[in-house]
Nanobody, 124 residues
Framework: QVQLVESGGGLVQAGGSLRLSCAASGRTFSSRAMGWFRQAPGKEREFVSG????????YYADSAKGRFTISRDNAENTLYLQMNSLKPEDTAVYYC?????????????????WGKGTLVTVSS
């Protein structure tokens, strides 16, 4: 089992930056692809970014490309999301999640363990 705890959210002005972290417990972190998702008020949860087990392949939603960077430190069991040039539409609760073994998509049902989320608010 994997336990995930996000941190780093907060209030930031448009154009600012935040770095989210996701601390994982358990010995399976390095064996799982990991992803960041977000859910804005009144909207469905959506994929933001994902990273392979070995850190060499990254994936981004169109909304995140060029502004967000995902990374992981398998030695520290930590996942990161560096968010730059933030926009008001990035306001959401951000969740990290681990992907089920042998799954290749980044849909919510491909993920098994989820953190409780961290709130990011971007003011205009």
């Amino acid at each position: 089992q994997v336990q995930l705890v996000e941190s780093g959210g907060g209030l930031v002005q448009a154009g600012g930056s935040l770095r989210l972290s996701c601390a994982a417990s358990g010995r399976t972190f390095s064996s799982r692809a990991m992803g960041w998702f977000r859910q804005a008020p009144g909207k469905e949860r959506e994929f933001v970014s994902g990273i392979s087990r070995s850190e060499d392949i990254t994936y981004y939603a169109d909304s995140a490309k060029g502004r967000f960077t995902i990374s992981r430190d398998n030695a520290e069991n930590t996942l990161y999301l560096q968010m730059n040039s933030l926009k008001p539409e990035d306001t959401a609760v951000y969740y990290c999640a681990s992907r089920r073994p042998y799954r290749t998509s980044w849909s919510s049902d491909a993920m098994d363990y989820w953190g409780k989320g961290t709130l990011v608010t971007v003011s205009s």
